[in-house]
């Protein structure tokens, strides 16, 4: 899906470095230096990008009166017209330039290419004597083949080459909604899976931690309301509802209430040791993405065991990066089946939340920062994250 947009942007970028190259031929009487740009062809494409790409930011927040009304001028600076409006399927969203009187009759006229999807030109009706825009173009704006809403570009006369500018513009800006859309798919679907995620919290972990509880109530009550206070931020934090990420100090926090109420139930069988570096403790992370890896390693280090437990929670500097590595002595995982649960097709108890928070790592930050597992029957495993210290949107 994703390459599929790229290439519609670039389809959509093509027209606008012709077009461009069409001004700059048009206005260039001889070649000659343009403040350090080239010759008047190479700056009129310079400028003609450079409007683009500052008209292409809010568009990709979608379609309302505010990102329309911070984009209208820019596109009405790409085309040279002397008004253009942006409308969705019922009202003018916003009108740069000139004629804005004309708001009810584009409105009026809009409804054939709403329904028909295709672009056209028509004549304005004025009884203002001085108005200078007596012709529109309307240029449909889509997304997934539905149309969402016109380009609409005002002039004092009827132009070929406006209605082709005018489509070639609007095919871009169809292209910063469908990223948009591409965008708040995302989303929904990192919401959905941490919806998922949270629904994997193991029931036998919540039932565990109260029955623990329960039997420090009369023997160790100051114990047991320690531990009530520990379950407590525990879910807190695992069912909060604002924002799709956390820093790793959040994250740490809350394994950290995690640990106390396995130690109350398992005792000295259970050893974890932390070294963590204080520089990476501000870096912003999927949230929920470390905790089920270390839910994971207590389970698999514990699973089959009668003797101690050993896991390490390492979190390291390595420059523009942050290496977080969780590692236990357990049961460990025959490798085969462990590609099978990372790639979705199996699901055993004993892979919580593992290929969710692979899935998530690669969606926020690229196929290359996907989880890195190290196992085998018997073996023990090491799940190793790459964190960006930096990434845009992740914040």
């Known amino acids: 899906m994703t390459t599929g947009f790229v290439a519609g942007l670039c389809v959509a970028v093509l027209p606008l470095l012709a077009a461009g190259f069409w001004?700059?031929?048009?206005?260039?009487p001889?070649?000659?230096?343009?403040?350090?740009?080239?010759?008047?062809?190479?700056?009129?494409?310079?400028?003609?990008?450079?409007t683009a790409s500052l008209a292409a930011p809010p568009l990709r927040a979608g379609l309302t009166e505010e990102t329309a009304r911070k984009s209208a001028r820019r596109l009405r600076s790409l085309l040279g017209t002397d008004a253009l409006c942006l409308t969705d399927e019922?009202?003018?969203?916003?009108?740069?330039?000139?004629?804005?009187?004309?708001?009810p009759e584009i409105m009026e006229k809009l409804a054939g290419p709403l329904d028909s999807g295709r672009g056209e030109a028509f004549r304005l009706?004025?009884?203002?004597?001085?108005?200078?825009?007596?012709?529109?173009v309307v240029a449909p704006l889509t997304v997934d083949d539905r149309v969402h809403g016109a380009l609409v570009a005002c002039a004092p006369r009827e132009s070929a080459v406006l209605v082709r500018a005018a489509g070639e513009v609007a095919r871009w800006v169809s292209v910063q909604l469908e990223l948009a859309d591409l965008?708040?798919?995302?989303?929904?679907?990192?919401e959905a899976e941490i919806k998922a995620l949270r629904a994997q919290i193991s029931p036998h972990f919540i039932f565990n931690s109260l029955a623990v509880i329960a039997s420090f109530v009369r023997t160790d009550p100051e114990r047991a309301r320690e531990l009530l206070l520990e379950f407590a931020d525990f879910t807190r934090y695992s069912f909060r509802r604002h924002g799709d990420f956390t820093t790793l100090a959040d994250e740490l926090h809350a394994?950290?209430?995690?640990?106390a109420l396995v130690r109350a139930r398992f005792g000295d069988r259970l050893s974890v040791t932390l070294q963590i570096a204080p520089e990476v403790l501000p870096v912003t992370l999927p949230f929920l993405c470390l905790q089920p890896l270390v839910e994971n390693a207590v389970k698999h280090g514990l699973e089959g065991k009668s003797d101690k437990c050993r896991i390490s929670i390492t979190a390291q500097d390595t420059g523009a990066e942050a290496l977080v590595v969780i590692e236990d002595d357990g049961a460990g995982m025959?490798?085969?089946?462990?590609?099978r649960i990372l790639a979705g097709e199996d699901s055993p108890s004993g892979g919580i939340g593992l290929s969710n928070v692979d899935d998530r790592l690669r969606q926020v930050y690229g196929d290359d920062y996907g989880l890195v597992i190290e196992t085998a029957p018997g073996a023990g495993m090491k799940v190793t994250a790459r964190l960006p210290k930096y990434q845009p949107g992740v914040h």
Not at 23 to 28: D, E, F, I, V
Not at 185 to 190: A, D, E, G, K, Q
Not at 255 to 259: A, E, F, K, P, T
């Open 125 to 136: 009706t004025c009884d203002t004597p001085d108005c200078p825009v007596r012709w529109a």
């Open 183 to 190: 965008d708040q798919s995302r989303t929904r679907l990192i």
């Open 90 to 103: 019922r009202e003018v969203l916003a009108w740069d330039g000139v004629g804005g009187h004309h708001r």
């Open 30 to 50: 001889r070649p000659k230096s343009f403040g350090g740009l080239g010759t008047p062809v190479e700056h009129a494409t310079f400028q003609t990008l450079h």
């Open 255 to 259: 394994i950290d209430h995690y640990l």
């Open 334 to 339: 025959d490798p085969e089946l462990l590609r």
């Open 23 to 28: 001004l700059g031929r048009r206005t260039a």
